[in-house]
């Protein structure tokens, strides 16, 4: 949800950094020294948040579909159809969207599939109400650059409720903008598709119409159980259930990410960041849990390093490759050495 995005972004790459690897991805390694292991609290927000100002429109949208996602306390709008809706929303657009979409293939490029098969990957990633691919994408590599350093977007070593949503509130000089942020997506923003989904909050728009085309189909299902009432409090208990509760669940399990996972678990890595493992996360955000082995080794399309580290993408990832839809699979380094 960033401002409005008035710029020519086509000539956003012209003034992007030199892409590190052939396929352009741009590599983010790890700068700095170690960081000294510090409580929340300790570490200072991002200088580039300052002078403090509130995105007013990141508060309402946030606001309205946590809201909305409240009705569901009522009764007469709960369907057995709308709660299904919801689950599977949040294993195909949440998985599929997010962590499989936006996370390993389109930062990190874990993985390769076809062109038509990335934007249906990145599409869905839309559904979920967070952000653009470039914006995220540039986001996410920030937070790999400077992991809990104060260049890190979103650290909860700065406080839980920062790390969790509170930097999602407040403007980034580097993140408000595309031009700003072009430079750790050059990738992306070569790609027309990517490009015109940063003009005028297109990926929003895409948003709208995935929450309209649930509630229309909602309503057909309603009208075909019993007439109009019926397509009444099915529409309503879609747009609840299966958009705005879904949105929500998917939301705090990518934030929990953020704040749980640099916080509480266990370490399989010393790395300088402090990231660690949490089963929870890993089982609401489908396998995205085992986030101090992702720090360790960030291309790598499995987090779950250990056997018992259950980590949905990835099998997810695997079927696809089974089906022909995605190739060249990084596995942990770990993996490798142990042969
Ligand atoms: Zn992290
Ligand atoms: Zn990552």
């Given at each position: 949800m960033s401002e409005p995005h008035s710029e020519d972004?086509?000539?956003?790459h012209a003034k992007?950094?030199?892409?590190?690897?052939e396929s352009g991805v741009h590599v983010t390694p790890p700068v700095g020294e170690p960081v000294a292991k510090i409580k929340p609290g300790q570490l200072p927000r991002p200088e580039k948040t300052e002078p403090r100002k509130i995105l007013w429109q990141h508060v309402f949208v946030l606001s309205a579909v946590h809201l909305i996602s409240l009705f569901a306390l009522i009764p007469w709008l709960f369907t057995w159809s709308g709660l299904t809706v919801a689950i599977l929303g949040h294993f195909v657009f949440g998985m599929l969207g997010i962590t499989i979409g936006y996370h390993r293939l389109l930062t990190h490029r874990g993985f390769t599939c076809p062109k038509w098969f990335e934007y249906a990957l990145a599409t869905m990633g839309m559904f979920n109400l967070q952000d653009s691919p470039a914006r995220w994408v540039a986001i996410h590599r920030l937070h790999h650059r400077f992991s809990d350093q104060q260049g890190d977007t979103h650290s909860p070593l700065v406080s839980f409720l920062w790390g969790h949503v509170g930097w999602i509130l407040y403007r980034h000089k580097d993140t408000v903008r595309t031009i700003r942020y072009a430079k750790y997506v050059p990738d992306l923003l070569r790609d027309p598709y990517y490009r015109r989904l940063e003009r005028n909050n297109g990926w929003f728009t895409v948003f709208l119409v995935h929450a309209i085309v649930i509630v229309a189909i909602g309503a057909v299902v309603g009208y075909l159980n019993g007439g109009v009432n019926e397509a009444i409090r099915y529409a309503a208990s879609w747009a609840v259930w299966g958009v705005a509760v879904r949105t929500v669940f998917v939301l705090h399990g990518t934030w929990s990410v953020n704040s749980l996972t640099h916080m509480f678990g266990y370490r399989n890595y010393e790395t300088r960041d402090q990231s660690t493992n949490n089963w929870l996360v890993a089982l609401i955000a489908h396998g995205e849990g085992w986030h101090n082995n992702h720090h360790a080794d960030p291309r790598s399309a499995a987090h779950g390093h250990r056997w018992w580290e259950f980590d949905m993408s990835w099998w997810v990832i695997r079927f696809l490759e089974g089906i022909g839809l995605a190739g060249n699979l990084v596995r942990p380094k770990s993996w490798a050495s142990k042969k």
């Open positions: 972004t086509s000539q956003v992007t950094e030199p892409a590190n690897s």
